[in-house]
């Protein structure tokens, strides 16, 4: 077994993930029957047995479960197990409407810990690891989730948490960080703190960046800016946290923990299966959580899968990197498109910095106007000829390419605020 493998069923053949799968979605199908109302009533409604599910395709015959139904249930009422055995509680807060609980048991931690170890080791983290965690550690589960994880891996755990920028750059430099963990536009403020004058941080190899959606050309943007390899992590509180999937050096979808959350992904106005290569909804059955194993929960994220063996020698199921929440797909002018999409096109046009917003106005034929606001680099911005041409050759691109009409306007740099979590891209003035 080759050394980087954390756990032997990364790779099993494909039939006994498949009895694996089977086997703990019955064992989870029993559990849910016996102790969550919701769950009782909902199965009792299709008459499934436990016992008649033979593989995973007979996930296709069993009812979804979507954000609202926790809504419904806040905040305790989807928990399988009784509150002495919860050890842990984390939220998500959404952009509407209550929070979003999630519980765990002293066993669901200890699973997660070993994901997020195994998440580490794929991206190719040791234990001689020095990882700086910049994700907020409190309700959001980036920076529990990875300090777990890397403790787990017997690598050494900065807590930094999210505190100023300035500071981040002082202590991975002084620490010897080796490996960097935050979201990407984070990752982009720290350095930018860095390129400052306030230190730099020469061993870092390697940043693993997920919580939002980020496109390739940010990947490229990153990766030159800090001269490391920057790696996907995703994962959505309701599932566990981060580590539900992970890339490996070969950057060709991430592997997804699927012995213990089952995926599919599914058209999401029908609700049917989709095959491996189409874009759709992630739905994921967490068979193996004791205190909230949620049944075909809908995460609103866009992605495909394949089940081909990867060139890192995994045969677990892969995920293209996310293109983005159902719910973010904006509709300017009848044409579809989501942020990444445009950051993607921001990106190739040479001065324009990964710092933008995208402001949607009702434009006065009723129609929704998409006005994108975009830092220059310094150069650039010098240059007000220059910065004009590049904000105008965007607006082209985006007409050509995406077949968006929109306003661009370039600002001088350092103008947008940064994030320490998740950014907010998209500011929507269209209620107003
Ligand atoms: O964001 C968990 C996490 C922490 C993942 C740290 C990775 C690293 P939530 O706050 O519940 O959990 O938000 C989950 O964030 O449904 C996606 O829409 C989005 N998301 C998470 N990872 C990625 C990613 C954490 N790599 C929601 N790419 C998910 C794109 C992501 N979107």
């Known amino acids: 077994m080759s050394s980087a493998i954390w756990d032997p069923v990364e790779i099993i053949s494909r039939e006994e993930m498949a009895a694996l799968q089977a086997e703990r979605l019955r064992d989870c199908l029993a559990r849910l029957a016996a102790r969550v109302p919701f769950y009782r009533e909902k199965l009792g409604a299709m008459d499934v047995a436990p016992e008649d599910v033979r593989s995973p395709d007979d996930l296709a015959g069993l009812p979804f479960t979507v954000k609202q139904d926790l809504r419904d249930n806040y905040p305790y009422g989807l928990f399988a197990v009784s509150m002495d055995d919860v050890v842990r509680l984390h939220a998500s807060s959404g952009t509407s409407g209550k929070m979003t609980v999630v519980g765990y048991t002293a066993n669901d931690i200890d699973m997660w810990a070993d994901l997020a170890a195994r998440a580490l080791r794929t991206a190719g983290v ?3 690891d020095i990882i700086h965690v910049a994700y907020g550690y409190g309700l959001f589960t980036g920076g529990l989730g990875l300090h777990y994880g890397g403790e787990r891996l017997g690598a050494t755990v900065v807590p930094a948490s999210t505190a100023n920028a300035r500071r981040q750059i002082e202590m991975a430099q002084d620490f010897g960080a080796t490996v960097l963990c935050c979201t990407p536009s984070y990752s982009l403020f720290i350095r930018e703190q860095a390129a400052e004058g ?12 997920g919580a939002e959606p980020w496109s390739e050309e940010m990947r490229a943007e990153i990766e030159a800016r800090f001269s490391i390899t920057a790696l996907d992590i995703y994962g959505l509180s309701e599932v566990i946290g981060p580590a539900v999937s992970m890339e490996c050096q070969y950057k060709q979808g991430l592997h997804l923990a699927e012995d213990h959350f089952i995926p599919e992904v599914i058209d999401p106005s029908t609700g049917e299966p989709l095959p491996d290569g189409e874009v759709g909804e992630l739905v994921f059955s967490c068979v193996t959580k ?9 995460t609103g994220d866009l992605a495909m899968l394949n089940h081909e063996q990867c060139l890192c020698g995994r045969t677990t199921a892969r995920m293209s990197k996310p293109l983005g929440r159902t719910d973010d797909m904006l509709i300017i002018r009848g044409i579809n498109v989501f942020p990444a999409q445009i950051e993607a096109e921001l ?20 129609m929704d106007d998409l006005t994108i606001r975009v830092e ?8 007000g000829d220059s910065a004009y041409a590049a904000g105008r050759k ?14 661009v306007e370039v600002l001088a740099p350092k103008q947008l605020p940064r994030s320490e979590g998740k950014a907010v891209r998209i500011v ?3 209620q107003v």
């Open 394 to 407: 965007l607006m082209m691109s985006l007409q050509s390419r995406l077949g968006v009409g929109c306003r």
């Open 198 to 209: 306030e230190g730099n941080l020469s061993k870092l190899r390697l940043g693993i960046f």
């Open 347 to 366: 990106l190739r046009t040479d001065g324009l910095e990964p710092h933008y917003e995208l402001l949607l106005e009702r434009g006065e034929s009723r």
């Open 376 to 383: 220059a680099s310094e150069e650039l911005y010098r240059d």
């Open 428 to 430: 929507d003035n269209r």
């Open 290 to 298: 004791e205190a909230l194993p949620l049944l075909r929960y809908r």
């Open 126 to 128: 040791d234990r001689q």
